[in-house]
Protein backbone atom coordinates (compact mmCIF):
# COMPACT_ATOMS: atom_id res chain seq x y z
CA UNK A 1 0.00 0.00 0.00
CA UNK A 2 2.66 2.10 0.75
CA UNK A 3 3.86 1.39 -2.41
CA UNK A 4 1.26 2.67 -4.65
CA UNK A 5 1.52 6.17 -2.82
CA UNK A 6 5.20 6.38 -3.40
CA UNK A 7 4.93 5.50 -7.06
CA UNK A 8 1.60 8.03 -7.52
CA UNK A 9 4.20 10.52 -5.93
CA UNK A 10 6.44 10.00 -8.34
CA UNK A 11 4.25 9.86 -11.04
CA UNK A 12 3.35 13.28 -9.90
CA UNK A 13 6.61 14.76 -9.91
CA UNK A 14 7.42 13.81 -13.34
CA UNK A 15 3.65 15.40 -14.95
CA UNK A 16 4.58 18.39 -12.73
CA UNK A 17 8.56 17.95 -14.33
CA UNK A 18 6.37 18.43 -17.69
CA UNK A 19 3.81 20.77 -17.00
CA UNK A 20 6.78 23.23 -16.43
CA UNK A 21 7.86 22.24 -19.08
CA UNK A 22 5.23 22.72 -21.49
CA UNK A 23 4.53 26.32 -19.91
CA UNK A 24 8.05 27.15 -20.37
CA UNK A 25 8.00 25.99 -24.36
CA UNK A 26 4.75 27.78 -24.94
CA UNK A 27 5.79 31.27 -23.00
CA UNK A 28 8.99 31.16 -25.47
CA UNK A 29 6.93 30.40 -28.59
CA UNK A 30 4.63 33.57 -27.21
CA UNK A 31 7.74 35.37 -27.06
CA UNK A 32 9.17 34.34 -30.46
CA UNK A 33 5.46 35.66 -32.18
CA UNK A 34 5.76 38.70 -30.23
CA UNK A 35 9.22 39.53 -31.38
CA UNK A 36 8.28 38.45 -34.94
CA UNK A 37 5.11 40.77 -34.49
CA UNK A 38 7.25 43.73 -33.41
CA UNK A 39 9.60 43.40 -36.28
CA UNK A 40 6.81 44.04 -38.11
CA UNK A 41 5.60 47.36 -36.44
CA UNK A 42 9.21 48.07 -36.87
CA UNK A 43 9.46 47.25 -41.06
CA UNK A 44 6.49 49.26 -41.81
CA UNK A 45 7.57 52.46 -39.97
CA UNK A 46 10.64 52.34 -41.62
CA UNK A 47 8.80 52.06 -45.01
CA UNK A 48 6.45 54.85 -43.86
CA UNK A 49 9.24 57.18 -42.82
CA UNK A 50 10.85 56.45 -46.22
CA UNK A 51 8.84 58.79 -48.35
CA UNK A 52 8.40 61.00 -45.56
CA UNK A 53 11.75 63.01 -45.94
CA UNK A 54 10.70 66.52 -47.03
CA UNK A 55 12.71 68.44 -49.88
CA UNK A 56 13.51 67.59 -53.67
CA UNK A 57 14.76 63.96 -54.85
CA UNK A 58 16.85 63.23 -57.42
CA UNK A 59 15.72 60.09 -59.80
CA UNK A 60 18.33 58.15 -58.55
CA UNK A 61 17.61 59.23 -54.91
CA UNK A 62 14.18 58.32 -55.96
CA UNK A 63 14.93 55.29 -57.77
CA UNK A 64 17.04 54.08 -54.44
CA UNK A 65 14.03 54.99 -52.08
CA UNK A 66 11.49 53.03 -54.13
CA UNK A 67 14.18 49.57 -54.29
CA UNK A 68 14.28 49.54 -50.47
CA UNK A 69 10.43 50.38 -50.17
CA UNK A 70 10.07 47.11 -52.44
CA UNK A 71 12.59 45.07 -50.49
CA UNK A 72 10.73 46.19 -47.18
CA UNK A 73 7.49 45.07 -48.40
CA UNK A 74 8.83 41.68 -49.60
CA UNK A 75 10.33 41.40 -46.31
CA UNK A 76 7.63 42.39 -45.00
CA UNK A 77 5.41 39.49 -46.60
CA UNK A 78 8.11 37.10 -45.60
CA UNK A 79 7.77 38.31 -41.81
CA UNK A 80 3.93 37.77 -42.29
CA UNK A 81 4.18 33.95 -43.08
CA UNK A 82 6.58 33.79 -40.03
CA UNK A 83 4.27 35.11 -38.13
CA UNK A 84 1.73 32.86 -39.20
CA UNK A 85 4.05 29.83 -38.37
CA UNK A 86 4.86 31.45 -34.60
CA UNK A 87 1.17 31.97 -34.11
CA UNK A 88 0.10 28.07 -35.32
CA UNK A 89 3.53 27.17 -32.99
CA UNK A 90 1.99 28.81 -29.48
CA UNK A 91 -1.15 27.28 -30.67
CA UNK A 92 0.35 24.02 -30.46
CA UNK A 93 2.16 24.59 -27.46
CA UNK A 94 -0.43 25.86 -25.57
CA UNK A 95 -2.38 23.00 -26.69
CA UNK A 96 0.54 20.97 -24.90
CA UNK A 97 0.39 22.60 -22.18
CA UNK A 98 -3.34 21.90 -21.59
CA UNK A 99 -2.58 18.57 -21.83
CA UNK A 100 0.24 18.41 -19.42
CA UNK A 101 -2.01 20.12 -16.71
CA UNK A 102 -4.25 17.46 -17.10
CA UNK A 103 -2.34 14.45 -16.44
CA UNK A 104 -1.01 16.28 -13.79
CA UNK A 105 -3.87 16.92 -12.32
CA UNK A 106 -5.09 13.12 -12.79
CA UNK A 107 -1.77 12.24 -11.08
CA UNK A 108 -2.76 14.56 -8.14
CA UNK A 109 -5.97 13.05 -7.93
CA UNK A 110 -4.76 9.63 -7.86
CA UNK A 111 -2.12 10.22 -5.66
CA UNK A 112 -4.83 12.02 -3.15
CA UNK A 113 -6.63 8.58 -3.23
CA UNK A 114 -3.78 6.39 -2.82
CA UNK A 115 -3.00 8.40 0.22
CA UNK A 116 -6.72 8.20 1.44
CA UNK A 117 -6.69 4.69 1.02
CA UNK A 118 -3.71 3.49 2.82
CA UNK A 119 -4.87 6.37 5.34
CA UNK A 120 -8.16 3.38 5.61
CA UNK A 121 -6.06 0.52 5.53
CA UNK A 122 -4.06 2.04 9.07
CA UNK A 123 -6.91 3.00 10.64
CA UNK A 124 -9.18 -0.36 9.33
CA UNK A 125 -5.84 -2.17 10.49
CA UNK A 126 -5.42 -0.24 14.18
CA UNK A 127 -9.51 -0.85 14.57
CA UNK A 128 -8.62 -4.74 13.80
CA UNK A 129 -6.28 -4.76 16.58
CA UNK A 130 -7.94 -4.72 19.93
CA UNK A 131 -10.36 -7.60 18.46
CA UNK A 132 -7.33 -9.56 17.75
CA UNK A 133 -5.90 -9.10 21.04
CA UNK A 134 -9.05 -9.56 23.17
CA UNK A 135 -9.15 -13.07 20.86
CA UNK A 136 -5.65 -14.50 21.50
CA UNK A 137 -6.91 -13.84 25.21
CA UNK A 138 -9.76 -15.73 25.26
CA UNK A 139 -8.12 -18.44 23.14
CA UNK A 140 -9.91 -17.82 20.16
CA UNK A 141 -7.17 -16.97 17.88
Excluded: C
Excluded at 42 to 64: C, I
Excluded at 65 to 71: C, D, I, N, V, Y
Amino acid sequence: MKGLVGRRQRVLRVRHVQHAMAVAEAARARDEAAGIAHNIERLARVRSDLFGTQGLATGASFAAMQELATRLEQAGRQLDGALYDANRKVETKEGLTLAANREKEIATRLKDRARAELEEWRENKLAALPRYRRMQRSGEA
